[in-house]
């Protein structure tokens, strides 16, 4: 059993930064890849950022020069830091993890970049 629960989301400033931590917790010791994902309303579900195990990282246009993806392997954390944030940012973030050709997701963080 895989659970990923991520946190540090909320109301932000355009311009201002949040980081989001997600948390796994279960059976598997290293995922593949571990990511980020987000959904605005509307709209479909698009990757953001996302880490190999080696460390690689994939970003999406959008974000690229603003966010930082990281992850620790031991404490099987992922961590995106979000800066200059914009009010299309807006969205629900979600954490994914791969391992062995399946995808585990979180619940989603809100994250709403507001004036």
């Known amino acids: 059993q895989v659970q990923l629960v991520e946190s540090g989301g909320g109301l932000v400033q355009p311009g201002g930064s949040l980081r989001l931590s997600c948390l796994a917790s279960g059976s598997i010791f290293t995922f593949t890849r571990m990511g980020w994902y987000r959904q605005a309303p509307g709209k479909q579900r698009e990757l953001v950022a996302s880490i190999i195990i080696g460390g690689s990282t994939d970003y999406a246009d959008s974000v690229k020069g603003r966010f930082t993806i990281s992850r620790d392997n031991a404490k099987k954390t992922v961590h995106l830091q979000m800066n200059s944030l914009k009010l299309e940012d807006t969205a629900v973030y979600y954490c994914?993890?791969?391992?062995?050709?399946?995808?585990?997701w979180g619940k989603g963080t809100l994250v709403t970049v507001s004036s």
């Open positions: 994914n993890a791969r391992w062995a050709g399946m995808d585990y």
